[in-house]
C-alpha cells in the first residue's frame, strides 16, 4: 500500500506522541491521505507490534526515536525488513540525531535519518515519495535511480552516502495545531508546545544545544488554548523546556487561562522558578487550586555541583520563590533532583534531597543522571568518571564522588520517596515520622533498610498494606508514640477512601457507645443538613455508607498542635481524652468534596452535641 506510517512507541497507554502527529500535520492537506500514524507502548510484545505493521504493509515506515523506546525499536528494523524487505525505514528523533552515521552503518536496513525539527524534511521526503509512487504507476522512471536524486536534494538528511545540507529552524508560527480532532486523544495526556529552545545551556540536557528560544505568536496560543477550555480537556501539559524564560509570554498565557478558567483544565509547565517575578507569582497566587502545577528542575543544591553542570539558579531565592508560591496554597509544585551529577556525593545528595524537602514540594522526584547522546555532559564524562549504561537510558552506574553501592541506595530510597511521600497518602503520618529521626533524607535510608529487610522489595506489598508498615516501621524507632500514629495512619487512610474493610490498628468503633455516637450523628444531620447540605435526598443510613464518621483520641488533623506535640513530646497535654474511657473528637470525612491539589477527603470537625461524645 502506497502509505508512509509513522510509528511511535510510548513508555506507557496514556502518553502520546506530538512529534508524528506534528509531521502529518504540516504537510500539504491533499498529501495527508498518504500518512498513516500508529502508537504502540513499550509494554506491547514485538510480535504483535510486528505483526500490526505487517498487517498495514506500508511503502515506507518512520520511527520515532527516544531513550525509552530505542531498544524496542532496534529489535523492530532488524526483524521487520525479513517481512516486508520492499519497505523503507527511516528514523528520526533525539536518540538518532547526534550519530546518525554510527547508526546507519550498525544498520543497514535503514534508509536513512531525519536529523533535528522534522516538519519541513518530511513534508518534503513525502512529497519525493508521493512522486515516487505516481512515477511507478505511470512507469515512467526506475525507481531507485528517482529515489537516490530526490533524497540528495531534500536538506535535513543523513544517508548511507553522508548528510544532506542543513536546514534551518522551524518558524514556530508554521507548526500546525494538532487536536482538531480529539478522539485520538481520549484519556490520554495532551501535549502542548508554545515554544522550543532553551536560553540555557545546562550539560546533561540536549535543550543546552539549540539556545535559540523562538515562540509561538501569542494570539494563535490563546486560540488553541480556547480549544482546549472549550473541550474541557483533563490536562494540557505544556513541552516548553523552560516556560518562563519569556517574561511577556508567560504572563499572557497565564492571565488567559486564568480569565477562561474552565474549573476543570489543569495546565502544567517546566519552569526555572528562581527567575520568577513577583507580578508572576501573585498571578498565579490568584489562580483557581489545581488550575496550574509547576514543574521546577531544582537538581542539586550543592553550588559546585551546579557550576559544573552550567546550570544559573539562585539556591535561596529558588527556596524563597517556592515558600511564596506555597502561600497561595492553590499551586501543584513538582520538584526535582538528580543523582549522580559532578562533585555530589551521598551525603551531598542528602543535603540537597533534605533542603529541597523542607520547600515541602507536592511531588519530589529522584532521577538519576542520564548520559544523553550529544549533550556535554556525554564530552565531560571521562573527566567526572562517569560510568553508565551503555543502552538506553544511558543512566549512571558510578561516578567519582558516588559509588555503585551509593546508586543502588538512592535507588531504593528513590522507590521509598514515590510510595510514601509522592502518593500524598501519608500526609499527616509523615510530619510526625520525621520528627523521630536527625533528617528526612536519613527517615527514608531507614524506611529503604526496612523493606529490604522485611523482603519487601521483591514482594511488593498492596497499597493498603503499606499503611501496616509504616506503623510497624515507627513502631520499631519512635514506639512511645504508636498510639498516636495509629490514629495519624486512620486520619491519613479515610482521606484518600471509604475503606469498609479496616485495617487491624483501627479503633473498635462497634463499640456501643461509638456506634450508637455515629448513628446519633447520621440521624441528626438527615433532619438537619448541617454538615452535608450536598447530600440532600439521602436518608441517614445513605449518608453513612456515602461519608465516614471517626472517632480520635489525638487532634491529627490540626498540623501545628500536632507539630507543637512533636517539638515538646507532651503526649499527656495532646490526648483529647476527659478520661481513661471517653473519646473526645470526630471527624467527618465528605468524598464529594475533595482537595483539588492532593485528592484528600474535604474533612469537618464535628462538634460534641453532634456527635454525642
Not at 543523582?339 to 520547600?359: C, H, I, K, Q, T
Not at 565531560?380 to 558516588?402: D, I, N, Q
Request: charged letters at 25%; one cysteine or more.
Amino acid at each position: 500500500m502506497n502509505r508512509f506510517l509513522l510509528v511511535a512507541v510510548n513508555a506507557k497507554y496514556i502518553h502520546s506522541n506530538p512529534a508524528v502527529y506534528s509531521l502529518r500535520g504540516y504537510v500539504e492537506a491533499s498529501l495527508r491521505t498518504f500518512v498513516e500514524i500508529k502508537e504502540y507502548t513499550i509494554n506491547q510484545s514485538l510480535q504483535d507490534i510486528m505483526a500490526d505493521i505487517y498487517a498495514r504493509k506500508p511503502r515506507v515506515i518512520g520511527f520515532s526515536c527516544y531513550i525509552w523506546n530505542w531498544r524496542m525499536i532496534q529489535e523492530l528494523i532488524e526483524e521487520l525488513p525479513k517481512l516486508l524487505p520492499d519497505t523503507d525505514i527511516w528514523l528520526g528523533g533525539p536518540e538518532v540525531s547526534y550519530d546518525a552515521p554510527g547508526i546507519l552503518k550498525e544498520y543497514p536496513q535503514v534508509t536513512g535519518i531525519m536529523i533535528g525539527e522534522g516538519e519541513a524534511t518530511f513534508a518534503e521526503l513525502l512529497e519525493s515519495y508521493v512522486k515516487l509512487w505516481e512515477q511507478e504507476q505511470a512507469e515512467e522512471v526506475a525507481c531507485a535511480e528517482s529515489q537516490a536524486h530526490n533524497l540528495q536534494d531534500i536538506p535535513g538528511l543523513c544517508l548511507p552516502s553522508g548528510y544532506t545540507s542543513m536546514r534551518e529552524l522551524t518558524d514556530m508560527n508554521k507548526l500546525p495545531f494538532l487536536y482538531e480532532d480529539l478522539e485520538p486523544f481520549t484519556k490520554r495526556i495532551i501535549y502542548y508546545e508554545s515554544s522550543r529552545g532553551c536560553p540555557y545551556h545546562c550539560s546533561y540536557c540536549l535543550s543546552s544545544i539549540d539556545k535559540k528560544v523562538r515562540l509561538r505568536d501569542i494570539s494563535v496560543v490563546k486560540r488553541e488554548l480556547q480549544f482546549f477550555l472549550d473541550k474541557r480537556v483533563a490536562q494540557v501539559k505544556f513541552v516548553d523546556r523552560t516556560f518562563n524564560c519569556d517574561h511577556k509570554h508567560a504572563m499572557e498565557v497565564w492571565q488567559y487561562i486564568s480569565e477562561h478558567d474552565n474549573g476543570v483544565t489543569n495546565f502544567h509547565f517546566e519552569i526555572s522558578a528562581d527567575i520568577l517575578r513577583e507580578e508572576e507569582i501573585a498571578l498565579l497566587n490568584r489562580m483557581r487550586p489545581g488550575l496550574v502545577q509547576l514543574e521546577i528542575g531544582v537538581q542539586s543544591t550543592n553550588l559546585r555541583t551546579i557550576e559544573a553542570i552550567d546550570r544559573v539558579m539562585n539556591v535561596e531565592k529558588l527556596e524563597q520563590i517556592v515558600a511564596a508560591i506555597h502561600r497561595g496554597n492553590n499551586v501543584h509544585q513538582h520538584l526535582d533532583l538528580i543523582a549522580g551529577l559532578p562533585y555530589e556525593d551521598y551525603e551531598s545528595f542528602g543535603n540537597s534531597f533534605n533542603r529541597v524537602y523542607a520547600m515541602k514540594p507536592q511531588q519530589l522526584q529522584l532521577g538519576f543522571l542520564k548520559v544523553l547522546k550529544g549533550s556535554p555532559m556525554e564530552e565531560r564524562a571521562g573527566e567526572y568518571g562517569l560510568v553508565y549504561g551503555s543502552k538506553p537510558p544511558y543512566e549512571v552506574l558510578y561516578t567519582k564522588w558516588l559509588s555503585y553501592e551509593d546508586v543502588v541506595r538512592l535507588k531504593r530510597i528513590e522507590e521509598m520517596v514515590e510510595i510514601y511521600y509522592n502518593s500524598n497518602q501519608f500526609t499527616h503520618t509523615l510530619p510526625v515520622l520525621e520528627q523521630a529521626f536527625d533528617s528526612v533524607f536519613v527517615m527514608y535510608e531507614k524506611l529503604a533498610d526496612f523493606f529490604e529487610e522485611q523482603g519487601y522489595f521483591v514482594n511488593n506489598p498492596a497499597r493498603s498494606y503499606r499503611y501496616e508498615i509504616l506503623l510497624a516501621f515507627a513502631r520499631k524507632y519512635d514506639s512511645a508514640r504508636e498510639a498516636l500514629y495509629k490514629e495519624l495512619l486512620v486520619y491519613d487512610l479515610y482521606l484518600r477512601e471509604n475503606v469498609k474493610s479496616r485495617p487491624d490498628f483501627c479503633a473498635d468503633i462497634t463499640q456501643p457507645a461509638i456506634k450508637e455516637a455515629i448513628r446519633s450523628f447520621y440521624q441528626m444531620e438527615e433532619q438537619e443538613r448541617k454538615y452535608l447540605p450536598e447530600y440532600e435526598g439521602y436518608d441517614w443510613k445513605q449518608l453513612s455508607k456515602m461519608t465516614h464518621l471517626e472517632p480520635f483520641n489525638y487532634p491529627v488533623w490540626d498540623v501545628e498542635r500536632m507539630n507543637a506535640f512533636c517539638a515538646d513530646d507532651s503526649r499527656e497535654e495532646m490526648c483529647l481524652r476527659d478520661d481513661g474511657t471517653q473519646t473526645c473528637a470526630y471527624i467527618l470525612f465528605d468524598y464529594k468534596r475533595r482537595d483539588p491539589l492532593t485528592g484528600s477527603a474535604f474533612t469537618q470537625l464535628v462538634k460534641k452535641e453532634h456527635a454525642d461524645v
